[in-house]
Nanobody, 124 residues
Framework: QVQLVESGGGSVQPGGSLRLSCAAS????????MAWFRQAPGKERDFVAG????????FYADSVKGRFTISRDNAKNTVYLQMNTLKPEDTALYYC?????????????????WGQGTQVTVSS
Protein backbone atom coordinates (compact mmCIF):
# COMPACT_ATOMS: atom_id res chain seq x y z
CA GLN A 1 0.00 0.00 0.00
CA VAL A 2 1.29 3.43 -0.94
CA GLN A 3 0.16 6.53 0.90
CA LEU A 4 0.46 9.93 -0.75
CA VAL A 5 0.14 13.18 1.16
CA GLU A 6 -0.10 16.49 -0.69
CA SER A 7 0.69 19.89 0.76
CA GLY A 8 1.43 23.41 -0.38
CA GLY A 9 -1.91 24.55 -1.67
CA GLY A 10 -3.37 27.95 -0.87
CA SER A 11 -4.78 31.17 -2.22
CA VAL A 12 -2.76 33.42 -4.51
CA GLN A 13 -3.37 36.31 -6.85
CA PRO A 14 -3.13 35.90 -10.61
CA GLY A 15 0.51 35.85 -11.68
CA GLY A 16 1.62 34.35 -8.38
CA SER A 17 3.39 31.08 -7.65
CA LEU A 18 2.90 28.02 -5.48
CA ARG A 19 4.84 24.81 -4.99
CA LEU A 20 2.91 21.65 -4.24
CA SER A 21 4.56 18.67 -2.58
CA CYS A 22 3.54 15.02 -2.58
CA ALA A 23 5.22 12.83 0.02
CA ALA A 24 5.05 9.07 -0.56
CA SER A 25 5.19 6.46 2.19
CA UNK A 26 7.54 4.30 0.11
CA UNK A 27 10.29 4.82 -2.42
CA UNK A 28 8.78 5.56 -5.81
CA UNK A 29 11.79 6.41 -7.96
CA UNK A 30 12.14 3.00 -9.63
CA UNK A 31 8.63 1.67 -9.06
CA UNK A 32 6.03 4.29 -9.93
CA UNK A 33 5.39 6.94 -12.49
CA MET A 34 3.98 9.94 -10.67
CA ALA A 35 1.51 12.57 -11.78
CA TRP A 36 -0.52 15.56 -10.73
CA PHE A 37 -4.18 15.88 -11.64
CA ARG A 38 -6.65 18.62 -10.84
CA GLN A 39 -10.39 18.83 -10.52
CA ALA A 40 -12.48 21.98 -10.54
CA PRO A 41 -16.05 21.95 -9.16
CA GLY A 42 -18.43 20.27 -11.59
CA LYS A 43 -15.63 19.16 -13.91
CA GLU A 44 -13.69 15.97 -14.54
CA ARG A 45 -10.33 15.22 -13.02
CA ASP A 46 -7.72 16.26 -15.57
CA PHE A 47 -4.07 15.41 -16.05
CA VAL A 48 -1.70 18.29 -15.28
CA ALA A 49 1.82 16.86 -15.30
CA GLY A 50 3.62 13.54 -14.99
CA UNK A 51 7.11 12.16 -14.51
CA UNK A 52 8.43 8.74 -15.43
CA UNK A 53 10.09 6.39 -12.99
CA UNK A 54 13.85 6.04 -13.20
CA UNK A 55 14.80 8.61 -15.88
CA UNK A 56 12.40 11.30 -14.73
CA UNK A 57 11.13 12.34 -18.15
CA UNK A 58 8.34 14.88 -17.79
CA PHE A 59 5.01 15.43 -19.53
CA TYR A 60 2.57 18.34 -19.30
CA ALA A 61 -0.93 19.31 -20.28
CA ASP A 62 -0.90 22.01 -22.94
CA SER A 63 -2.67 24.40 -20.59
CA VAL A 64 0.24 24.43 -18.12
CA LYS A 65 3.24 23.88 -20.38
CA GLY A 66 5.85 26.56 -19.77
CA ARG A 67 4.30 27.59 -16.44
CA PHE A 68 4.37 24.41 -14.32
CA THR A 69 7.30 22.12 -13.58
CA ILE A 70 7.10 18.64 -12.10
CA SER A 71 10.13 17.16 -10.37
CA ARG A 72 10.99 14.45 -7.91
CA ASP A 73 13.44 14.16 -5.02
CA ASN A 74 14.13 10.46 -4.77
CA ALA A 75 15.98 10.78 -1.47
CA LYS A 76 12.85 12.28 0.11
CA ASN A 77 10.29 10.15 -1.77
CA THR A 78 8.66 13.43 -2.75
CA VAL A 79 7.27 14.82 -5.99
CA TYR A 80 6.83 18.54 -6.51
CA LEU A 81 4.75 20.73 -8.77
CA GLN A 82 6.13 24.23 -9.15
CA MET A 83 3.37 26.47 -10.46
CA ASN A 84 4.24 29.89 -11.82
CA THR A 85 2.22 32.60 -13.53
CA LEU A 86 -0.96 31.20 -12.04
CA LYS A 87 -4.28 32.03 -13.64
CA PRO A 88 -7.84 31.96 -12.23
CA GLU A 89 -8.54 28.92 -14.43
CA ASP A 90 -5.87 27.01 -12.48
CA THR A 91 -8.19 27.03 -9.47
CA ALA A 92 -8.91 23.43 -8.53
CA LEU A 93 -8.27 20.64 -6.08
CA TYR A 94 -4.88 19.19 -7.00
CA TYR A 95 -4.21 15.48 -6.55
CA CYS A 96 -1.00 13.50 -6.59
CA UNK A 97 -1.16 10.00 -8.06
CA UNK A 98 1.12 6.98 -8.49
CA UNK A 99 1.02 4.44 -11.33
CA UNK A 100 2.91 1.16 -11.60
CA UNK A 101 3.45 1.88 -15.28
CA UNK A 102 6.81 3.25 -16.40
CA UNK A 103 5.32 6.27 -18.15
CA UNK A 104 2.58 8.47 -16.69
CA UNK A 105 -0.64 8.41 -18.67
CA UNK A 106 -3.30 11.08 -18.87
CA UNK A 107 -6.10 8.77 -17.76
CA UNK A 108 -7.08 8.43 -14.12
CA UNK A 109 -7.74 4.68 -14.24
CA UNK A 110 -4.01 3.98 -14.71
CA UNK A 111 -3.29 5.25 -11.19
CA UNK A 112 -3.82 2.92 -8.26
CA UNK A 113 -2.84 5.37 -5.53
CA TRP A 114 -4.12 8.87 -4.86
CA GLY A 115 -3.59 11.55 -2.27
CA GLN A 116 -6.38 13.42 -0.55
CA GLY A 117 -5.89 16.59 -2.59
CA THR A 118 -4.78 20.13 -1.84
CA GLN A 119 -6.80 23.20 -2.82
CA VAL A 120 -5.34 25.88 -5.07
CA THR A 121 -7.33 29.08 -5.49
CA VAL A 122 -6.21 31.85 -7.84
CA SER A 123 -8.19 35.02 -7.42
CA SER A 124 -7.74 38.76 -7.17
Amino acid sequence: QVQLVESGGGSVQPGGSLRLSCAASVSTSSTFAMAWFRQAPGKERDFVAGITRSLGTTFYADSVKGRFTISRDNAKNTVYLQMNTLKPEDTALYYCAASAQAVPTRTTYAYAYWGQGTQVTVSS
